[in-house]
């Protein structure tokens, strides 16, 4: 008995030497950060002034500001357009890949395992996108169409943010990986009953791709509404405020303007809108597969 109780504290000891690490790099790094922008965001809070209380100024400013709302409009179109194409697109791509050879499967593996810095990538983007000497005009002018500007038209500029995350970004592996793990049994069951190709899709390959769907999802959400890498780099968030986001807004408050104070305030309010997002996807997109 005493080996055993030995044993058990044991057990306890090492489980909290190898949790409490992690708790307080999460406390330090995660939750006390949240803590203090709920202070900041109350507070009149410059660089070189000290910080002086102000109630709810800060929200009431942010709220009557023009760009804040013009902010919320293209991170809302910039998440539509990233989540239609860079979400929904390799999900498809996935399913038609487990239906070729082992091997076209291996080399697509490898092609999305190949390590890309997303900002050199970027920036690359950014030189094709010219207009006079840029790659894409280049092939516009290949197939006889007329020349685009761009990252310098209103109405192209944030279209032309969300094409490189197709290739900057590659969720197929999660998906490939899900698809490997389905039995075979349940598509030869399928099959035997009459089903094609695009009924194993709906009855076997979809469901049993839920759980990954969803996940996948609550990341493809949380990242385009953050957006602030691709139009920092690549327009600055022109042109205009064309493809001016919630957080390059959050940015410019706080180091341009130096108002912590309100850019920690249109921080809180990012942080609820993000929230109840991800709250009304966790009821309507159902992950136990039993549901």
Excluded at 244 to 262: E, I, P, R, S
Aim: no cysteine; net charge neutral; aromatic share 16%.
């Amino acid at each position: 008995m005493a080996s055993l109780s030995a044993g058990s504290r044991y057990r306890d000891v090492a489980a909290w030497a190898f949790t409490v690490p992690g708790l307080l790099f999460q406390f330090f790094f995660g939750w006390f950060p949240i803590l203090i922008a709920f202070v900041v965001g109350f507070q009149r809070y410059y660089f070189v002034n000290p910080p002086e209380f102000i109630g709810w100024q800060n929200f009431l400013d942010v709220f009557s500001d023009e760009l804040t709302w013009t902010s919320f409009r293209n991170t809302f179109y910039f998440a539509a357009l990233s989540i239609g194409l860079t979400f929904l697109i390799p999900i498809f791509i996935s399913i038609l890949l487990m239906e070729m050879s082992s091997r076209t499967i291996r080399w697509m593996m490898v092609l999305w395992f190949i390590p890309v810095a997303s900002t050199a990538g970027i920036v690359i983007w950014k030189y094709m996108y010219q207009f006079d000497m840029g790659l894409m005009n280049h092939i516009m002018r290949l197939l006889h169409l007329p020349e685009q500007r761009w990252l310098d038209d209103p109405t192209l500029a944030m279209f032309s943010l969300v094409l490189p995350g197709l290739i900057l970004y590659g969720p197929g592996l999660m998906y490939i990986a899900a698809l490997q793990s389905v039995p075979e049994e349940l598509y030869e069951a399928a099959e035997l009953e009459g089903a094609g190709f695009f009924k194993k899709i709906q009855t076997v390959t979809l469901p049993r791709l839920r759980p990954v769907i969803a996940m996948m999802l609550i990341f493809s959400v949380i990242g385009a509404m953050q957006a602030f890498e691709l139009p920092f780099i690549m327009t600055g968030g022109g042109p205009g405020y064309a493809t001016t986001t919630v957080v390059m807004q959050v940015y410019n408050m706080a180091f341009n303007a130096y108002n912590l104070g309100k850019a920690t305030a249109l921080a809180i309010l990012l942080f609820f809108i993000i929230m109840a997002m991800i709250m009304v996807q966790r009821r309507v997109v159902r992950e136990n597969l039993d549901d």
